[in-house]
């Protein structure tokens, strides 16, 4: 499966020190990984809503994303971005925590549902679309539906926390794969690993 080349990485999270080290927030916890890998340096777009920066792989530019709106109003930021740099959806990657996966396991899925996640809802009705790629990054379930918002804003035990930099690390591993749309090679690697 080869797709378009990927322009815009997006980290859902929550701003503020006090959830930084939260479950929510394994998607800022990524595009962190990917901007220090590349020694690249988040500045503040107020008018776009978010924390950005720019890396130049293989000679693509491809900018990352940390809305600084809260989860529920991610949308604004990511069409914001999208629209001034005429970025399609298809060239967008949203990294993202997922509750249904093991934490440490990731899948890279395109397009599909929100599955109850309220920053992909979010971006979909901002979008107007589905069509945009998703890095799933395991931080498992609380087991009571009652518990998933204390769960998902709580800090995971070390031993999950390990798992999923271990897998953001591995994900990082394929970044330029990523970029340039050879996304089954990707998954063929992130789907077996655990």
């Known amino acids: 499966m080869s797709s378009p080349p990927i322009k815009l990485i997006v980290g859902l999270g929550n701003p503020g020190g006090e959830y930084a080290q939260t479950r929510h927030n394994a998607g800022f916890w990524f595009v962190d990984l990917l901007a220090a890998r590349q020694n690249a340096q988040f500045k503040n777009e107020s008018r776009h809503r978010?924390?950005?920066?720019?890396?130049?792989?293989?000679?693509?530019?491809?900018?990352?994303?940390?809305?600084?709106?809260?989860?529920?109003?991610?949308g604004q930021a990511v069409s914001s971005l999208a629209h001034y740099f005429k970025i399609t959806p298809q060239e967008i990657l949203v990294a993202h925590d997922e509750l249904d996966l093991p934490a440490g396991s990731l899948r890279l899925k395109s397009g599909g549902g929100h599955a109850g996640h309220n920053g992909l809802r979010d971006i979909m009705s901002a979008l107007g679309s589905r069509d945009f790629l998703r890095l799933r990054?395991?931080?498992?379930?609380?087991?009571?539906?009652?518990?998933?918002?204390?769960?998902v804003l709580g800090r995971p035990s070390k031993a999950d926390r390990e798992a999923i930099e271990?897998?953001?690390?591995?994900?990082?591993?394929?970044?330029?794969?990523?970029?340039?749309?050879?996304?089954?090679?990707v998954m063929n690697r992130l789907h077996t690993r655990r």
């Open 50 to 74: 978010g924390m950005t920066c720019r890396l130049i792989l293989h000679g693509r530019e491809c900018r990352l994303l940390k809305p600084t709106t809260f989860m529920n109003r991610s």
């Open 137 to 151: 990054i395991g931080i498992d379930h609380p087991d009571d539906r009652r518990a998933v918002v204390d769960y």
């Open 166 to 185: 271990q897998a953001l690390e591995e994900a990082a591993d394929c970044l330029e794969e990523i970029v340039e749309g050879h996304l089954q090679q």
